[in-house]
């Protein structure tokens, strides 16, 4: 059974840096990863940064060039490392996995969430 558990959401000011962390119970390297948010304006979470098992990512446009997705296999941990926050950044991040990659929400493995306000 899979589980995962996010940490490192907080409260920051905008331009400030955070890093979010996922432990993967079953092993990270067995599946595509990713971050999603769920913001107060959308009905749906929104994917932010997807790793596959052989380490490709993609970012969502809105988070290209100050989001960095990664994961470290051996210590089945995958991070997000978010610097330059905005406002708009703000909401509860959720770690996803999957057995291939695009990550599907309706068949994805979600944590519990952690939450993220960046405050201007």
């Known amino acids: 059974q899979v589980q995962l558990v996010e940490s490192g959401g907080a409260s920051v000011q905008a331009g400030g840096s955070l890093r979010l962390s996922c432990k993967v119970s079953g092993g990270a390297s067995r599946f595509c990863l990713g971050w999603f948010r769920q913001t107060p304006s959308e009905k749906e979470r929104e994917g932010v940064a997807q790793i596959k098992t052989d380490g490709t990512t993609s970012y969502a446009n809105s988070v290209r060039g100050r989001f960095t997705i990664s994961k470290d296999d051996t210590d089945n941990t995958l991070y997000l490392q978010m610097d330059n926050l905005k406002p708009e950044d703000t909401g509860m991040y959720y770690c996803?996995?999957?057995?291939?990659?695009?990550?599907?929400?309706?068949?994805?493995?979600w944590g519990q969430g952690t939450q993220v306000t960046v405050s201007s």
């Open positions: 996803a996995a999957d057995h291939s990659c695009p990550i599907f929400r309706s068949r994805a493995i």
